[in-house]
């Protein structure tokens, strides 16, 4: 038996040297390709916690964008834990994935699925900005061990933290893996695994998983004999209420937070509200006065009041109103421009020669500190606006930087705003 243990170790050791040797260095999001094995080193921007999907900034990369498909079981986490019987803490699957947060700086070695997306083998902690609390426990094991290592001496033993029956309302469901995400009326998102036997019971008949709806609220009855911490595998599931009944079962009251990240092509932003983010789609929002809300509107850092409902794990919000109690002056918004002209102007087109001092990835608008009258003009541009380079080429908008020296073409119109006609690098 140590003759077997001492070859197992072994083959693994050569396995992941291997691994070494053979995987590919990407350094840009276009090099991750369709069935090569690979790693890449970037900062995460994004997380999903439903899907088990990450975002990366690649280091050598700043404006593509790598998709982590991280697998909900065996998908490996080093360097996200303390340690546990003298040896390194590893998590495995979902206990994993819970601990990944947005800024952390991570190695991700894997297979690409495709240009830009990765299946994640192995996910490594290099470096976060801000210390942030585990969540669930990890194992100090490798995926092919039974249990942790046992130190010499005497472990403090521990009771394993198990749970009661769940009650929320369904957000997503994945039958084919047989997992649904739920969130509970303390707003917190709940992963729950289930199989092809797992029972849905509804008004007296009994259903499968594939038959559960977003929108559904539903009790877990969890099995405690293999649920613990935040890994929660269902004995029975019961539907309170359907979501094809009607009622309030979609409804939510409010969503309010931090906004976190904004996406301003699709309309779509995420808020912190201290408990976890949440998607928010923009697509029908107001403010309180009845005007249009859009994600170019906000910058992150805001803090909003939502009010709407969900579609599935999104919050669809109807209402917007923007919270500024507690915030440092200034903190909630850009600085004001300066007005351009400071007198009266006529309406029509005007030429700015001056330099970028707010980029479209830093503000809804693009600031431009005009060389020629020491003012500061508040563009409004589309984030994929054609820019012409110094060279001849083209790129767009989103991709101009503070201190860019920039020719605009732009039109004023009755209410002082300009709107960008063209806009040239020089």
Do not use: C
Request: avoid cysteine.
């Amino acid at each position: 038996m140590l003759r077997r243990s001492a070859n197992f170790a072994f083959s693994v050791l050569i396995g992941v040297s291997a691994f070494g040797q053979s995987g590919t260095q990407w350094r840009t999001a276009a090099d991750v390709r369709e069935g090569v094995r690979g790693s890449i080193i970037g900062t995460v921007s994004d997380v999903e916690m439903g899907t088990s999907r990450f975002r990366a900034t690649p280091d050598d990369d700043r404006t593509g964008v790598v998709t982590v498909q991280a697998d909900s079981v065996s998908t490996q986490y080093n360097g996200f834990g303390g340690t546990i019987n003298g040896s390194p803490e590893i998590f495995i699957g979902s206990t994993g994935f819970s601990n990944v947060r947005v800024g952390d700086r991570v190695e991700v070695r894997g297979v690409g699925r495709n240009t830009g997306v990765l299946g994640a083998d192995y996910v490594t902690l290099l470096g976060r900005p801000v210390p942030a609390d585990q969540v669930g426990v990890g194992q100090t094991r490798t995926a092919s061990t039974i249990s942790p290592p046992t130190a010499s001496g005497t472990t403090p033993s521990t009771t394993p933290r198990t749970r009661g029956a769940i009650e929320g309302i369904v957000r997503q469901v994945n039958a084919s893996d047989g997992r649904v995400v739920i969130e509970t009326d303390r707003r917190e998102m709940i992963t729950v695994r289930g199989t092809t036997s797992t029972p849905v019971y509804y008004r007296n008949n009994v259903y499968k998983i594939s038959n559960l709806e977003p929108g559904d609220r539903v009790r877990i009855e969890p099995d405690t004999a293999t649920s613990m911490g935040s890994d929660i595998r269902a004995r029975t599931i019961n539907v309170i209420q359907s979501v094809q009944e009607g009622g309030t079962s979609v409804q939510i009251g409010a969503v309010a937070g931090r906004v976190t990240s904004i996406d301003r092509r699709n309309n779509i932003v995420r808020v912190d509200t201290g408990r976890g983010e949440v998607r928010v789609d923009l697509a029908s929002a107001t403010d309180t006065a009845g005007r249009r809300v859009r994600a170019s509107d906000m910058q992150i850092g805001d803090r909003v009041d939502l009010s709407g409902s969900y579609s599935g794990d999104v919050f669809v919000a109807t209402t917007v109103a923007f919270n500024e109690e507690g915030l440092p002056p200034a903190a909630n918004t850009a600085p004001a421009a300066t007005p351009y002209p400071t007198a009266p102007a006529r309406l029509g087109a005007v030429t700015i020669h001056g330099t970028v001092t707010q980029s479209l990835a830093n503000g809804p608008r693009l600031v431009v500190r005009d060389t020629q009258n020491g003012g500061t003009v508040s563009l409004y541009v589309l984030e994929d606006f054609t820019v012409r380079t110094r060279a001849g080429s083209y790129t767009t908008a989103d991709r101009l930087k503070d201190g860019d020296s920039v020719v605009v073409k732009a039109y004023r119109d009755s209410d002082g705003n300009y709107i960008a006609q063209t806009i040239r690098m020089r």
